[in-house]
């Protein structure tokens, strides 16, 4: 039984896994949050406290300043702290540093978004095959359990996809993953996670796999809308994320897609700082000589994400709309979660956005430290059985809804 974890990262969805793990630290024994501003691991620590979470007394619960781009340091982190299970939540830009340390250590391994360099977006598709699938051979010889993207999108609309496969369709036609957030705020404009790694997955073209190949369109370029349950009927858009690139290596579907609401008021900030310059990745020099990212001045603007929370209102709905036929007849079904801004507060200290992805790796930590998932190699979420994750899901706090419709 896998014991002990490091949580790397500090932000509002490590708050949530660290809440989580330490609410759940029977299974996952000392719980270690790193960062390289300390001072952010030793807050959450503060919230934990605070809410009185930590299930254990016996197990520490404690924080270690890392820089997690230095394999070295990373590999004497897991040491020290005899870490068995690595929660990587921090900038994806760690994520293959993070990576080769548990290949070295044989720590297990999960992340939440596939990997990103910092002068590229919208790398040719699939992404996965650019950075973490380049590992599968070196995870498969050293028996690392790696289980990639399992936040909730990607992540639990991964396992809803393979639910799906397993219990209700022969065959499968579309695969259409919505996201949409009906929450407000007091800020006149901000990102519900990293601005800098929210609006990379918008400034470019975006991604799709339509009718068994990739094909790419302007963002934003194409909406609808869908009658979503108790949020009433929302406006989505056509994007890329990443879920896409595996669902569509490893789920036979003919088209799958990701779509997600913004509210007019996020299209039209959003058009103004991408048609000016303000979003790009590329440096520029201003007329003082300075070199700066765009990108970055934009993200050292505005408010940070786990600032949101105390005044958050409003609900979440992510979910997997799946078609195709059971048995000859169509069918369609929609598997989906609802969560609740204030109610994510009141528990966590987070706002929804954080809270649906912070808990489903700490489930995926918790089977593999009881043996379900730890699999001795690395997969993304839909290879792996649906059933005892989101079950787990149900009794932390990411109950699943299932609408049927058959023809």
Known sequence: MKQNVLIIGAGGVANVVAHKCAQHNDVLGNICIASRTQSKCDRIIDSIHRKHHLKNKHHKLYSQPLDAMNIADTVQLIKESQTQIVINVGITFINMSVLQACLETGAAYLDTAIHEEPDKICEKPPWYANYEWKYLDACREKGVTAILGVGFDPGVVNAYCAYAVKHDFD???????????????????ATNFDPEINFREFTDKQWSWINRQWVHNPVHFKKKTYPFPQLGTQTIYLNGHDEIHSLSKNIDAHTIRFWMGFSDHYINCFTVLKNIGLLSEQPVTTAEGQ??????????????PASLAPEYTGKTCIGSLVKGKKEGKEREIFLYNISDHQQCYQEVESQAISYTAGVPPVAAAILIAQGTWDVKKMVNVEQLDPDPFINLLNTMGLPTLIQRNEK
């Open 291 to 304: 070199e700066v990212v765009p990108l970055k001045v934009v993200k050292a603007c505005l408010p940070d």
């Open 171 to 189: 065959e499968i036609d579309t695969i259409d993953i919505m996201d949409v957030n009906t929450g407000a705020h007091d800020q006149y404009f």
